[in-house]
């Protein structure tokens, strides 16, 4: 009884406690949740079984549509009952907080929880409704909570740490679940890679990162799995009939500014709070860490532009029609349109946002080690997006494939502030002003969840 009563002390007063909070806003979510009547998972997933056996099923599936057997084996099922879903959906979320907060080392971990809690809580969860609920929790929430947990094994190799034969069991599995879906897999593939090449060069002893190495094989052998499926190049055929009949004209070049293009218009032009909390922060630490005005206005720029372009749209349409025409339309450059000087206006102010928020961590960060750690989450995290680029679907599948890349800023902004933690605090009327602002920005996204959800 004494150690039950020492456990439940540190849940309620300690690292815990915004995880709880966090449990108890998912479960408001969750319980006003409503499943379309349209959606996937209504109209298609819930009746397959009532037709095919599951081994045909995902046999069918493999050749003319997926690879991704695994997450579909468990839609099936769960697709027949909402209830179901909404019990293991907020607990997955719950997991999945709890499982980025593990990522840090258990010194920061109270810190990390509240700004984790806080993250997830200005994350637009509306975003993942495009499907419905069903279909895009098992395909996108799922399989990100169990391949961020895959990769605790990463952070305890890290941090010195020896695993337990079990633990790495379940990394494993996790890993084999979260990486059949394809944005995922790339960063399980990038992240176990990186953590190789590092703990090599370090020389450290193998035993300590063994199980790294498994969830490297089991990333890599996904991505084989994935490129090699023939439903996957159906889907892709069928898709750029309906969707996209010019995809087959686009070069590689074409694909990627489509891509890169699509993402930063969306992440400055959409007026997420996440992303602008992310920029101010960010901009906050360059403030305070040099009075060199090259890499102060580098830091206002991203902030400037965004909330001009997201919150000021009406004011920018009426007085600059055709500059507000140009961003607008959201044309890509490719080999069609190369000659149309005006296109380059949006890219060359995308590209020099994230030149600066690049900059700006040059700026902040205490070491090269801080800073390529950095710069390599961020890219990554960009890169789950503008892969969407070299699909026929980009502007169909919506905003839940921006999910990986909000949990990328999520996670720079944990890492950033946990470790410039006690300059923030020295500075206490700027300390005192981040938490205000922070926790308004949560009740605020917290708000805007409640009712986008409601209305939906």
């Known amino acids: 009884m004494e150690k039950q009563r020492v456990w439940m002390k540190r849940i309620i007063q300690k690292e815990y406690l915004p995880l709880l909070v966090f449990a108890g806003i998912q479960l408001v979510y969750h319980i006003i ?3 379309p009547q349209d959606s996937d998972a209504m109209w298609f997933f819930s009746k397959q079984l009532d037709a095919y056996t599951l081994k045909d099923y995902l046999e069918t599936r493999y050749a003319v549509w997926s690879s991704r057997l695994l997450i579909e084996a468990v839609l099936v099922y769960i697709a027949k009952s909402m209830f179901w879903w909404k019990v293991l959906d907020w607990a997955f979320w719950v997991f999945l907080a709890w499982a980025i907060t593990g990522l ?13 809690a806080g993250f997830l809580c200005l994350y637009p969860i509306w975003d993942l409704r495009t499907a419905g609920w069903i279909a895009t929790g098992v395909n996108y929430t799922w399989p990100l909570a169990l391949g961020v947990f895959s990769l605790h094994g990463v952070a305890r190799a890290y941090y010195g740490k020896k695993t337990p034969v079990l633990l790495w069991v379940l990394y494993g599995f996790s890993a084999l679940y979260g990486a059949n879906m394809e944005q995922m897999c790339a960063v399980i593939l990038a992240v176990n890679f990186c953590a190789i090449l590092y703990f090599t060069l370090e020389k450290k002893p193998f035993c300590l990162y063994a199980g790294v190495v498994m969830g490297f094989v089991i990333s890599l052998a996904e991505i084989i799995f994935i490129m090699a499926c023939p439903g996957n190049e159906a889907r892709k055929s069928q898709e750029i009939i309906n969707w996209m009949p010019n995809f087959q004209s686009y070069h590689f070049l074409d694909k990627a500014s489509m ?3 699509d993402t930063m218009r969306h992440l400055v032009t959409s007026g997420g709070l996440l992303f602008l909390c992310y920029i101010v922060l960010l901009a906050v630490l360059v403030f305070l860490k040099t009075k060199r005005v090259a890499f102060r206005v580098a830091a206002a720029f991203p902030v400037f532009l965004t909330v001009w372009l ?6 920018l349409k009426a007085n600059f029609p055709t500059l507000w025409k140009v961003i607008d339309k959201g044309d890509f450059i490719c080999g069609s349109n190369y000659h149309v000087v005006a296109n380059y206006i949006p890219a060359v102010l995308y590209l020099l946002v994230a030149g600066c928020m690049l900059l700006s961590l040059v700026a902040v960060c205490k070491s090269y080690f801080e800073l390529l750690s950095q710069a390599v989450l961020l890219l990554l995290g960009l890169a789950t997006r503008a892969v969407m680029g070299f699909t026929p ?8 494939t921006y999910l990986f890349l909000y949990m990328a800023l999520g996670i720079s902004a944990v890492y950033l502030v946990s470790n410039h933690l006690r300059g923030l605090q020295e500075k206490k009327a700027v300390w005192e002003a981040l938490e205000v602002t922070g926790a308004l920005a949560v009740i605020v996204g917290v708000i805007l969840d409640l009712v986008e959800i409601g209305a939906g």
Do not use: C, N
């Open 33 to 35: 949740m409503k499943e």
């Open 104 to 116: 840090f080392p258990e010194e920061k971990r109270e810190t990390a929880s509240y700004l984790v």
């Open 310 to 315: 997201s919150w000021f749209a009406h004011a």
């Open 393 to 400: 679907t980009i502007y169909v599948s919506q905003e839940r």
């Open 259 to 261: 891509g890169f293009m």
